[in-house]
Structures are given as C-alpha cells and as structure tokens.
C-alpha cells in the first residue's frame, strides 16, 4: 500500500472514529443507567409490589358481584337524569323518565348489598388483567341520586339518605383500590353526588346534613389514593418486563404491545441479548419512583398548589418504553386535587346552610373549584360555571 492509500485509509479511519464517538455522545441519554443503584431501585419496587399483591390477594367475592352486575348492565341506555343548567333536576322530567328509572333501580337492592358493608374490590395488577366495564355500575349511580330527589319530595326521607349512602361507600371503595382507572372513577361519580348534595341541601334537615357531612369527611383522601395507584401501575410495569424477559410458553404479549409479530419477535430479541431491555427496566423505575416521591410529598403537603412534574420530556423521550407507559400523571394529579377542593367546599357549603337557617342571608354562594361556584336558595342549591369560564350561564333565580 502506497502512502497515499495509506493517508487515505487513515482519513476513512479518522472519519469512522469521530462519527462512532459523536454517534455514543448523541446516543448517551438512550442507553446511560440511571443514577439510582440497582438495589436502592430494587428496594422502591418492593415497596409497591407490596401494595399491588395486598390489592390482588384481596378476597375475590367483591369483585364478582361488581363483574356480575357491570355485565348485567351492560348496554343500558338511559338520558342523564340532571342538567347543567341551575337547577340541575326538573322534578317533572325525572317522572316522565321513571321507565329509564325503573331500568336501572331494578338492580337497586344488589347495588346496595354490594356496598353497604363494605365493596372490597380484587384488581390483579397484571398489564393485561381484566376491568370491569363501569358504564352501567356508573349509570346506575346516577339513577340512585335521582331517586333520593324524587323520595326526598315525596317525604321517603330515610329512603333519599339510604340511596345517597349507598352512592358514597361505591365512591369510598373505588378509592380504596389502588389501580389507576378505580380512583379516575370515584372522582367522576363524587362529582355528580356533589351536584345532587348541593341541589338538596335547602330540603335536608339538620341532622340529615351532620350525617351526610360525617359521610363525606370520612372519604379517603383522592391524592393519596391515586398515589398508591401509581406504586401499583408501577409493579405492573415489572411484570410487563419480566413477561418480555422470560415469556412463558405460547404468551403472545410481546406480539400484542408492538402489534407486528415479526417485529416484535425481532425487538424483544435485540433488547434482551444487548441488555436494553434490563437497562430500560431500571430507567422506567426510576423515572417512576421520581414521579411517586414527587407527588407523595404534594400530597402530603395538602395538594393544593400546582404539581410540579419532575420528569421533563427529555426524560421521557430517553426511554421507548417510558413513553408508552407513563400518562400525563400531573393532569391526572390536578383531577385528585380538585376532587378534594370540592368535597371541602361542599362541606363548607352544608356549614354555611345551617348557619342561613338561624340567621344567615336568604341565598349565599362560595367557589366550588377553579371554574364553578355553588349557590343555595332557599328552595334548592345549584353548582353553576363562573361567568369568565367558557360556556358559563347565568343561574336561575
């Protein structure tokens, strides 16, 4: 070899390293460990696979009776029995609507034996474990709410609180299962509980109102239940990779996460012989336990500042598995908080009623979250929008 093909060679070879290192550099962030010790990771995720197996070994007759009557319910259908509109029931229309009613509250005593003494909800925390389908079981929520209106009118006053009782220990059970959709769906229930305690409040006589409050202030905190969901979301994600890691004999999740079977095949191969997927494991750990202490100490701190996320989108992009698995967890935080903003304000609101009826103004109003507000009449209590919120309408008078 002359020295001209030599120069030349060592240019190519000149050339290959600089791009072999730039390329390493650029790459770092995609295949750099974490700065958390493997068994300081090991110890976290132990901590929430213990509450992921307390929610598994849980008995499992509950969660039957919820699967049975969500499947009886199944394909329900009904009009929403209130309004946005203040008030949010018409009294005449939920009468014309009693064949819709009947559909539901013909599951009324089987809701009620479900929860009354107590729903204990069995969740395996497997990525592909089966939901219940919460469409009817939610329906059916709103349909008891309506009829405490109507026995409330018609003087079934112990029937009205039976109805409402119920309503709130379904809440109290699906904050109390630590998986993500359970406490999403306990808000959403609380939501149109408040609307339906706010509108009744002028008719209920005191000790009714003690009772309900003592009701809602023994909820579990929604902060905190969504936190424990995050642990258990957590510890399934360690099941989805040691599925991937050692897939038992006919298991097709691999084919079924990336949705092609020969690149999934290919994939999963390449990342557990070159170690990517043992480095991605321990990268998701610690982007979650980042997430979790963040918003433990939020939640411990009373939630009601903004939540700061830790993770930034870097972080995220870093890992191809992070960005599948880890939702907008900071959304989902502000949903909790303000689930907490306005069981407090509906609290306060019964407080401020008893106070109207020994000498208080005819109507009083208080904020009910960033965007509505609560009004009580004499006659009934309404939560209607903020006149600056997007759609607002005026309340009646």
């Known amino acids: 070899m002359g020295p001209a093909a030599k120069k030349a060679a060592l240019g190519v070879l000149v050339i290959l390293a600089v791009v072999i290192?730039?390329?390493?550099?650029?790459?770092?962030?995609?295949?750099?460990?974490?700065?958390e010790s493997k068994e300081?990771?090991?110890?976290?995720l132990a901590e929430y696979q213990q509450v992921a197996s307390a929610m598994q070994n849980r008995p499992p007759a509950g969660?039957?009776?919820?699967?049975?009557?969500?499947?009886?319910?199944?394909?329900?259908?009904s009009e929403k029995p209130w309004?946005?509109?203040?008030?949010?029931y018409?009294?005449?229309?939920?009468?014309k609507l009693a064949p819709?009613?009947?559909?539901?509250l013909a599951f009324d005593a089987r809701f009620r034996a479900m929860v009354d003494h107590g729903l204990v909800i069995q969740q395996e925390f497997r990525p592909d474990a089966d939901l219940p389908n919460f469409s009817g079981p939610r329906w059916l929520?709103?349909?008891?709410?309506?009829?405490a209106v109507l026995d409330l009118q018609q003087g079934h006053r112990d029937e009205a609180l039976a109805r409402m009782h119920s309503v709130i220990r379904f809440v109290e059970s699906l904050l109390q299962t630590p998986a993500l959709l359970y406490p999403m769906m306990g808000v959403a229930i609380e939501m149109t509980l408040d609307q339906t305690l706010v509108y009744l409040l002028p008719q209920l006589n005191p000790a009714e109102i003690e009772q309900v409050k003592g009701w809602l202030a023994g909820l579990p905190d929604a902060r905190q239940a969504f936190v424990a969901a995050m642990k258990t979301e957590t510890a399934a994600h360690e099941v989805t990779f040691e599925r991937l890691r050692r897939p038992p004999p006919g298991d097709t999740f691999g084919d079924e996460l990336i949705h092609n079977r020969t690149l999934s095949r290919t994939a999963v191969w390449l990342a557990?012989?070159?170690g990517y997927l043992r480095r991605e494991r321990y990268y998701l750990l610690s982007l979650m336990k980042r997430e979790i202490e963040a918003a433990q100490s939020w939640a411990a701190a009373g939630g009601s500042q903004a939540f700061q996320d830790p993770l930034t989108r870097q972080d995220i992009m870093h890992s191809w598995i992070a960005r599948m698995a880890i939702p907008n967890y900071a959304k989902l935080l502000v949903h909790t908080s303000d689930d907490m903003q306005r069981r407090q304000a509906i609290i306060k609101a019964m407080d401020l009623e008893l106070q109207r009826r020994k000498n208080g103004p005819p109507t009083f109003e208080l904020p009910y979250d960033s965007v509505q507000h609560i009004v009580v009449k004499p006659e009934y209590g309404c939560v209607v929008k903020n006149e600056s919120a997007p759609g607002a309408a005026p309340a009646a008078h």
Do not use: V
Not at 22 to 35: D, K, N
């Open 21 to 35: 290192i730039a390329a390493a550099i650029i790459l770092h962030p995609y295949y750099a460990m974490p700065p």
């Open 40 to 44: 300081a990771l090991k110890a976290k």
């Open 63 to 77: 969660r039957r009776a919820l699967d049975a009557l969500a499947n009886d319910l199944y394909g329900k259908k």
């Open 83 to 88: 309004s946005d509109s203040c008030p949010a």
């Open 90 to 95: 018409d009294l005449e229309r939920l009468k």
């Open 100 to 104: 819709q009613m009947s559909t539901f």
């Open 141 to 147: 929520t709103y349909w008891e709410l309506a009829a």
């Open 272 to 274: 557990r012989n070159t």
